[in-house]
C-alpha cells in the first residue's frame, strides 16, 4: 500500500494535524522472505539490507528535525535507522552493517 495524507482538524486546538499513513504489513512479509532465503544481492559493495517504508523514514526526519536530503548526505542516519531494534523486522541482511 503507498502511504496516503490524512487532515485532521483538532477543535479544541483550533488547529490542523497532518498525518501520513501506511500499512507497512506487505513491507514487513516481503522482507521476511527475502531474508529467509538470503537474498541480499549480490557480492561486492552493494548489499540488500532493509526495506524502509517511506512513511518511516518521513518519521525519523520529522523526530529529529532533519530534511530527507539530510537524511540521505548523512550516512549515520541510514545506519541509526537500521540499528534501531523496533525496525528489525525491516531488514533483510541481520549482519553487521
Known amino acids: ?7 485532521h482538524y483538532v477543535e479544541h486546538e483550533a ?45 525519523y526526519c520529522n523526530d529529529r528535525g532533519i530534511t530527507f536530503a539530510d537524511w540521505l548526505r548523512d550516512p549515520a542516519h541510514p545506519r541509526a535507522m537500521l540499528q534501531d531494534p523496533s525496525l528489525s523486522g525491516f531488514r533483510v541482511h541481520e549482519g553487521r552493517v
Open 1 to 7: 500500500m503507498q502511504p496516503r495524507t490524512e487532515f
Open 15 to 59: 488547529a490542523g494535524v497532518i498525518n501520513r499513513v501506511q500499512d507497512c504489513q506487505s513491507i514487513l512479509d516481503h522482507t521476511a522472505e527475502l531474508r529467509a532465503v538470503g537474498a541480499t544481492g549480490a557480492g561486492g559493495d552493494m548489499h540488500h539490507v532493509a526495506n524502509f517504508p517511506v512513511v518511516l523514514v518521513e518519521k
